[in-house]
C-alpha cells in the first residue's frame, strides 16, 4: 500500500470504524462498497466534527495543519486528535445503531408528515427488526414438508436468497395442528418465496 494512502486511512479510521459497524448491525449486508466508502468519509467527518466542538467547548486546543503529510512524508502532529477520535467514533457509531434499530429518523419524519414510507429496508428487516409484541411470536409454516414450525424469535437473517429465523421455545405441529415434538432452539432457513410467517398474537381481549 502506498505511505501516503496508509496515512490518509489512518486519518479516516474513526469513519471506518463506525461505517463498518453501521454495515454490520444496522444497514446489514447488502451495503455495497462505494455506499461503505461514502459512509466511511460521512461518519469520520461527522466524528472529527463533534470531537473538535466539544473539545474546543472545553477548552481543548487542537493542532490545525496545512497539509496531512509532511515532507518527508510523515503524518503531521495529528495523533491525539486521531486517538480521541478512535474510541469517540465507537461511540458514535452505538448511538447511531440505537436511532436505526428504533427508527428515530423515520418516526420523526412520519410524526410531521413528511413521509409514511419506513426506509430503505424491505418489510421482511422492518418487521422483525420492531420492538412490538405481535412479532415476537411467530408460526412458519412449510406446505412442502407438511409442518408448521411455531416459538418465539430470537435472531433473524437473510441473504438474497434465503430467509432464516432462529426461534427459541420452539414446537413443530402437523399441518393438522397435531404436535410433533418440541425444541429449546430451533433453526430454519427457507428461500424467499418458500417463507410463509404468520403472527399468530392478537392482543388482550376485552
Same mark, same amino acid.
Given at each position: 500500500?502506498?505511505?501516503?494512502?496508509?496515512?490518509?486511512?489512518?486519518?479516516?479510521?474513526?469513519?471506518?470504524?463506525?461505517?463498518?459497524?453501521?454495515?454490520?448491525?444496522?444497514?446489514?449486508?447488502?451495503?455495497?462498497?462505494?455506499?461503505?466508502?461514502?459512509?466511511? /468519509?460521512? /461518519?469520520?467527518?461527522?466524528?472529527?466534527?463533534?470531537?473538535?466542538?466539544?473539545?474546543?467547548?472545553?477548552?481543548?486546543?487542537?493542532?490545525?495543519?496545512?497539509?496531512?503529510?509532511?515532507?518527508?512524508?510523515?503524518?503531521? #502532529?495529528?495523533? #491525539?486528535?486521531?486517538?480521541?477520535?478512535?474510541?469517540?467514533?465507537?461511540?458514535?457509531?452505538?448511538? &447511531?445503531?440505537?436511532?436505526?434499530?428504533?427508527?428515530?429518523?423515520?418516526?420523526?419524519?412520519?410524526?410531521?408528515?413528511?413521509?409514511?414510507?419506513?426506509?430503505?429496508?424491505?418489510? &421482511?428487516?422492518?418487521?422483525?427488526?420492531?420492538?412490538?409484541?405481535? $412479532?415476537?411470536?411467530?408460526?412458519?409454516?412449510?406446505?412442502?414438508?407438511?409442518?408448521?414450525?411455531?416459538?418465539?424469535?430470537?435472531?433473524?437473517?437473510?441473504?438474497?436468497?434465503?430467509?432464516?429465523?432462529?426461534?427459541?421455545?420452539?414446537?413443530?405441529?402437523?399441518?393438522?395442528?397435531?404436535? $410433533?415434538?418440541?425444541?429449546?432452539?430451533?433453526?430454519?432457513?427457507?428461500?424467499?418465496?418458500?417463507? &410463509?410467517?404468520?403472527?399468530?398474537?392478537?392482543?388482550?381481549?376485552?
Amino acid at each position: 500500500m502506498n505511505h501516503a494512502l496508509a496515512q490518509l486511512a489512518l486519518i479516516f479510521l474513526p469513519g471506518i470504524i463506525w461505517a463498518n459497524l453501521d454495515a454490520i448491525y444496522g444497514s446489514g449486508p447488502r451495503v455495497d462498497k462505494p455506499t461503505l466508502a461514502l459512509n466511511s /468519509f460521512l /461518519f469520520g467527518i461527522t466524528t472529527y466534527t463533534l470531537v473538535y466542538a466539544i473539545g474546543s467547548a472545553c477548552g481543548y486546543e487542537f493542532t490545525y495543519p496545512t497539509s496531512i503529510i509532511s515532507e518527508e512524508g510523515a503524518l503531521v #502532529d495529528f495523533a #491525539d486528535e486521531i486517538l480521541i477520535s478512535v474510541p469517540a467514533s465507537i461511540i458514535l457509531a452505538t448511538i &447511531w445503531l440505537y436511532m436505526v434499530r428504533f427508527r428515530v429518523i423515520m418516526k420523526f419524519f412520519n410524526c410531521i408528515g413528511a413521509t409514511r414510507r419506513f426506509g430503505l429496508e424491505d418489510v &421482511w428487516s422492518f418487521t422483525f427488526n420492531s420492538n412490538q409484541s405481535h $412479532v415476537e411470536y411467530v408460526d412458519v409454516r412449510d406446505p412442502e414438508r407438511g409442518f408448521i414450525y411455531s416459538g418465539y424469535v430470537n435472531a433473524y437473517s437473510e441473504t438474497e436468497e434465503f430467509r432464516e429465523l432462529l426461534l427459541f421455545d420452539a414446537r413443530i405441529y402437523t399441518s393438522e395442528g397435531d404436535e $410433533v415434538t418440541e425444541a429449546p432452539h430451533l433453526y430454519l432457513s427457507m428461500s424467499k418465496d418458500r417463507m &410463509w410467517v404468520e403472527f399468530p398474537y392478537r392482543g388482550n381481549k376485552e
